[in-house]
């Protein structure tokens, strides 16, 4: 006779499929609120620019509102509190606003900010963000500091509106964070543009490690049980022979439910 091929399926897999969707719920859960804390973020932003005293200045905005504190850009969009600066405090948060808005790092926050809502699990997704905005900054404080604005006095300025900074937007305040790294950085800042090239140079291999660190394989489900061969002829080694083996089959082999719903 020829042999009988008795395969069981291992009822293992149905258990690693009713845990899928509870997983991909709290996926979903936290990168959508993540979504939408930064959609919350843009109309505030939209709020400010409606309900603000606007200000033609070339091709940027000047957005004047009680509401603001610190100094942002986002896009051309720059917006301060009521209250003027001094004189040379005013250009340098000018200057400095201009540098984020010409450079278009509005751009690069949203996606540093979108793909943490994306990755949110990665931890390299939130260090590469703030690498990001840190080094937003050193260029921006480098575009200051070559139209010969004394690195004392800007030093200065920018500790004094650093201390009432904002943090978690996903605008360029001012005084955004990393006060002491960035003082540190102005002492040492290299001429021409080569802080730039290092920004652009950078994004290509921060691109590859973030999808080498968020690729990975689904692990494989191994059975729990072996297939069985059992040849017609070796029945009777079963104790109780062809039927006992047959009622010992029914009651232990368990079929996946998808399959019992057919």
């Not at 993540?34 to 973020?41: G, R, S, T, Y």
């Not at 955004?176 to 090239?197: A, C, D, E, Y």
């Not at 059975?223 to 040849?231: A, D, K, N, R």
Request: hydrophobic fraction near 45%; charged fraction near 15%; charge should be positive.
């Amino acid at each position: 006779n020829a042999p009988l091929l008795v395969r069981v399926t291992q009822g293992a897999a149905n258990g690693f499929t009713n845990v899928l969707p509870w997983l991909a719920g709290i996926y979903a859960l936290v990168g959508g609120g993540l979504l939408l804390m930064h959609i919350v973020q843009l109309l505030y932003v939209r709020k400010l620019i409606k309900h603000g005293t606007a200000e033609q200045d070339g091709r940027y905005v000047i957005i004047r509102n009680p509401q603001v504190q610190t100094p942002f850009s986002f896009c051309n969009f720059i917006f301060l509190p009521p209250d003027n600066y001094a004189p040379a405090a005013h250009r340098e948060v000018l200057l400095h606003e201009k540098a984020h808005a010409a450079q278009r790092h509005t751009f690069d926050t949203l996606f540093a900010s979108f793909y943490c809502c994306i990755c949110w699990f990665n931890p390299f997704a939130w260090i590469m963000k703030k690498a990001l905005q840190l080094n937003l900054e050193y260029l921006a404080d480098e575009a200051v500091l070559q139209q010969e604005i004394p690195a004392k006095d800007y030093q200065y300025t920018l500790v004094k509106i650093g201390l009432l900074q904002h943090t978690g937007m996903i605008v360029h305040h001012f005084g955004q964070s990393f006060i002491k790294n960035r003082i540190t950085m102005i002492n040492k800042l290299p001429s021409g543009n080569h802080r730039k090239w290092n920004y652009l140079l950078s994004l290509p291999v921060t691109a590859v490690v973030i999808g080498l660190l968020s690729a990975g394989e689904a692990p494989a489900i191994q059975p729990l049980l072996p297939v069985i061969e059992q040849s017609a002829d070796q029945w009777q080694d079963f104790p109780g022979g062809k039927t006992a083996f047959a009622k010992f089959m029914a009651r232990n082999i368990r079929y996946p439910r998808a399959d019992q719903e057919k």
